[in-house]
């Protein structure tokens, strides 16, 4: 497969490769059911990272021109929907400034306004970034939470012989 990036355009890599594939694909260079190369491997044959090959390979796949078997690789669909291959002309086309890159419905949905109580602030705030953790017995580091801590793990292991 002959593919090449272009690392000064306007044009992402991972667009370029997407927009690519899908033309070989559409033009039948690429055959129904043949496979492609392995994201490490085309990833180091272009000199990409491997998220950049992924991320078209992962647009590729929503588009339904490409499927992926897990461990068995990825492979051209048998038949790729004819309303997703992109035309080979507009293949490499951006579209144009103030229209969304992706449709509306592919936004993510705002949570809902909470209706819970805001929850109290504690007086002795955990520290570094870490949350405060509860002891295992019940109280942290008091004789009597070791006891019974001692106690319970005494009793698990008596009950498993």
Same mark, same amino acid.
């Given at each position: 497969m002959i593919l090449h990036v272009r690392t000064d355009s306007p044009v992402p890599p991972y667009e370029q490769l997407?927009?690519?594939?899908?033309?070989?694909?559409a033009s039948g260079v690429l055959a129904p059911g043949a496979r492609l190369p392995t994201i490490r491997q085309l990833a180091?044959?272009?000199?990409l990272a491997g998220g950049t090959v992924t991320r078209a390979y992962r647009?590729?796949?929503?588009?339904?021109?490409?499927?992926?078997?897990?461990r068995h690789g990825t492979y051209v669909r048998e038949?790729?929907?004819a309303a997703q291959t992109p035309d080979p002309a507009t $293949?490499?086309? =951006? !579209?144009?400034?103030?229209? @969304?890159? +992706?449709?509306a419905s592919r936004e993510p949905?705002?949570?809902p306004p909470s209706? $819970?109580?805001? =929850? !109290?602030?504690?007086?002795? @705030?955990? +520290?570094?970034?870490q949350r405060a953790r509860a002891h295992p017995a019940g109280r942290s580091g008091s004789e009597g939470g070791r006891r019974r801590m001692r106690c319970s793990v005494v009793a698990s292991t008596r009950s498993r012989l």
């Open positions: 997407r927009a690519q594939i899908a033309t070989m694909v180091s044959d272009l000199g647009e590729l796949e929503r588009d339904g021109v490409i499927t992926g078997r897990g038949r790729p929907a $293949a490499l086309r =951006r !579209p144009p400034a103030g229209s @969304p890159s +992706r449709p949905i705002p949570p209706t $819970a109580p805001a =929850r !109290p602030s504690t007086p002795y @705030p955990a +520290r570094g970034g």
